[in-house]
């Protein structure tokens, strides 16, 4: 089986990380190939920069489509584009948003999403609506940093998100966390020791259930939304 | 004030025809530039399409930004890339469906919607839920035609379009009714008088909303989802 | 074009100072006249009085009816009686919460209202759940005044409505805010510069929307709910 | 205990009906009082009927209040001016619409409305969906007769109410029927029989839940949206 | 009229506490015969206790049903099993949480719920929005006390209760409270005093509801979902 | 890793179905054991039979909680007693209604579920509310076969259940199915040709699902709802 995790902005590192991510989670004779957008804005911060990586993505879509892959991981919270994407891919498509909330919906009763701007929380909570769990999400958090600090040997953004991650959970009351940034997936582990409660990575979620879409024989329905572009 | 009305799609006949439609609606000392987001495909039917023409739309907003225009009207009933243009917009940005629901919602107690493809049909659903108005949405159909054949002189269409607005109101018991395309503005006071009911073009109204927001002072608000896209 | 605005409590000078607010909004070619609900309480603070000024109410719209009235605002944010008023009118007919929080939802993605008393808290947040934008709302707030204490002149209740917006704005994230009575429309201008994001005057939104309405050769339904009374 | 049931039309045989029916349901030692608001329309069809009623149905919630009622009934399935009622009432106020709609709640999983003009539905319709009970009515639908054709002796409405029952039954798989007028409730006994399904009188129900609400030492609450109408 | 209240856990104290507010609330010539599930766990404290209890409570509620119960009711917050009792009994069965919320709606436009211990808040969450009642429902609290902490006698569990309750008025905004445990119901005439609002105890209106249903001629739809159990 | 696939009734050929679909599906290297609720109902078909169920299904799961049990699927499709099972388990557990209409919501706009029973209609529309999909599931539909003619050599119960499917596509517009019965399983592929559309089988995406979480480390929250069962 081979899944392609594309990185819908143009930071390699941020692609190089997310791969590291979904490798660890990929199961035995699992293929991941990452994929950059190159030509993408460096981070996705908002609608303009969703519209602006959008063609990119699909042309790694297109790309993996005709490169074998079984299904698609869209690594970014916002979840750009995901209904063309999967109008041109065979396989299942899946959004790191979608797959977060969704296997949050599947461990606990309640969840925080932790995110990094506060620009992008309205976009989150209009997703986690059209997902139709907004009853039970608590909150879409940030933690106030811009997507590329994440990036940054050194920065303090890794203290910021546990402490959002810990008022979260104090504040909240919620039973579960939602890491709302592809590019916090490296911090996954640590934070979940320091949260105590289930911290979830979208990336290794999207991976996995990917995986399971594909290892249960399906694949995006044809019949509706999803059919194959119409030619003009 | 200056209304810029953009056909998202590439059909020069589809501007012409909605630019007649809004200079229309427009109120005296309205100045109304009708635009074609060249390069994008030559109708909206899908997602991917809506992807494909977003990066020239918003090189229309942005051409509509810097020279003067007061709001901006998207034209196409899929509302593509709202919230981007919102972003990089100053003044108001009104999708035609959204001021087409919107509208119905001040005059009817219930609506339907036609469209013109099968696939829009979803897309149409998933918008008047994000707009809170699927309580009062009847039934999105389709007149299962494709974007195009509006343009085609000589075609049935518009007699597909009566008939499958006929059926709404028998079968729906709707209210009004909502043309679920820009290309359907043409048709707007013929289809009304065969209806017996209300039938809202979206173009219209969406010149006139925008036309409204703009003398009521208001402008895109900047603080949150739709504040500048961030540097990179 | 003819608009009516009519102040459904008995209060002149409140009548006078929507007049002024509708004027000021009102296009060219189109005459407003302010009409007062002489018999209806000073004030509509709940549901009684909401039934106190109803028969005055429509004695008003039926008046704008035989007077050659386009369309008719209600210009009391609990929105009395407005299926009543759509009944009998030909025209569109619409009130100052409908219109406040529509506008608001095209230019942000949240908004908060501040009103005068805490008994209209829960009217207000009925009237936005059935206009289905409650997902928008981040919440109603009121400033703790009587509706007439906006009519004292050296009262310091504007004060009071500025703070309560800067509480919305800090607290409630809160992308716009909607003034939520017609005894505020004479401080938009200053709330807003003081807010720093857009806040919205219901009697001028409902004014241009109701002119946009009627620009579009749009009616009130009348086969369903809003059909003209049943003789008996 | 006394329990005084109002008829908000002006109909005398109506009011003796409801009154049957509520004496039939009323316990041992519950007083019940008919009223009927006289000057108010002959019969409740639509949104202008219920503000030609409102006034003349509070007065005599005035009047019940003065003569020791403990709770209120207002017998009409719109459930007019029920917030008003409820600011001036000390004793729980209920319509017929709510107590018919939670008691069908409270003994099926789903059920349909039968009701007298299709101007109704829309309304009706509101209704439940601010009661929140939306999810579980299959359809609000018409028997298509004007409410006073219920008063005349020899008509066909009897038959034609089953004859929409029984289509409830059959098209819409509801568990249980809740009869959309009060001018119905002679015919609940008899319709139950043939329909083989429960059928509910909001009358008789919201009696019952009014001498249980009292009983339950329950008054409605004077803390908010019900509080006493301020003095002007 | 006989109805039958089960205790669904095995403390014989909160039966006998549960019978005596039913036994209060239950009209002339109304039998109440309280009963224990004895071999359940002793308190309901979570999905696991429910389980735990429900085949005693069902052999209850067919004990009930053989010895001429006219109605059930569960006495116990959580409402388990609610739908296997209705499918096993002829007449109405009511949990006191559905009795409860649905007549805090009846005589408040708003209402919070303070229940023992925060592990069944989102339990209670869940069955709010199940009733379709989330819009009304300020808050749910907790006390954060054990259940059977109500049963030991001088105990400050009801200072606490108290004490939570003034908070939800204080903070929550809500016009009404329902206590959250069978265990509070001796409790709440005296919180009614110290709240200053209705403080609606579950246990009272789950019996006077089951008596007005009885009342009313009805019982428990049998054609749908509370069909008997099919024999195997 | 070790997955339990829990069969809540006593049907030993229903787990030797149930186990071959979640064998067919598990990955490499897990390991599935497939268990027999003995002493539940043979065929769960209401709530009175999940109630049944419950104690024996909460015996296997902590059975095999004890035996080193990764994550739990409970294989019926009205998910009886999730939360309890969850309650008592460390891992995952998941139901196949859960875990079917959120593999549909992740490759198709829309679906439709084929059940056996008419019964078991409402129970899964209530289930699929909790999960917050109604507004993507088109229709609940009943192919009226009891369970175990499901089990039956020779009945014609696959074919009945094509037919509904195929109705649901050509009815409801849906694009996808979700098979409403785990004794449907071994019909899945069969089902899938002659539909045209993705037919989903529960036990397999649960299976699925429950290797993806386990695979992402995730365990089930033991912070709120899903504690451990308190000590009494």
Tied chains: 1, 2, 3, 4, 5, 6.
């Excluded at 699992?30 to 994929?35: A, P, Q, S």
């Excluded at 602006?52 to 079984?70: F, I, K, P, Y």
């Amino acid at each position: 089986m081979k899944l392609v995790v594309i990185n819908p902005n143009s930071t390699q590192s941020m692609t190089d990380k997310i791969t590291v991510a979904a490798k660890a989670a990929a199961g035995h004779a699992v293929e991941i190939e990452g994929r950059t957008a190159h030509g993408a804005p460096a981070s996705i911060e908002g609608h303009f920069d969703e519209v602006m990586c959008a063609a990119h993505l699909l042309r790694e879509v297109q790309h993996a489509e005709t490169n074998g892959a079984d299904a698609i991981i869209v690594a970014c919270f916002d979840d750009p584009a995901i209904g063309a994407c999967r109008e041109i891919a065979t396989g299942p498509v899946l959004g790191i948003c979608e797959a977060g909330v969704k296997a949050a919906s599947m461990i606990a009763t309640s969840f925080s999403i932790v995110t990094t701007l506060p620009r992008s929380v309205p976009i989150i909570e209009g997703l986690v609506r059209q997902y139709g769990l907004d009853h039970l999400c608590r909150r879409v958090r940030s933690a106030e940093i811009p997507v590329l600090a994440l990036e940054e040997p050194g920065s303090n953004t890794r203290q910021l998100v546990r402490d959002e991650i810990q008022r979260a959970v104090d504040e909240d009351g919620c039973e579960a966390v939602v890491l709302g940034c592809a590019g916090m997936s490296d911090l996954t582990e640590w934070l979940s020791r320091e949260a105590g409660v289930p911290v979830i990575d979208g990336v290794t979620v999207a991976t996995k259930f990917a995986e399971a879409l594909v290892g249960s024989g399906l694949v995006t329905s044809k019949i509706g939304a999803y059919a194959v572009p119409n030619k003009k």
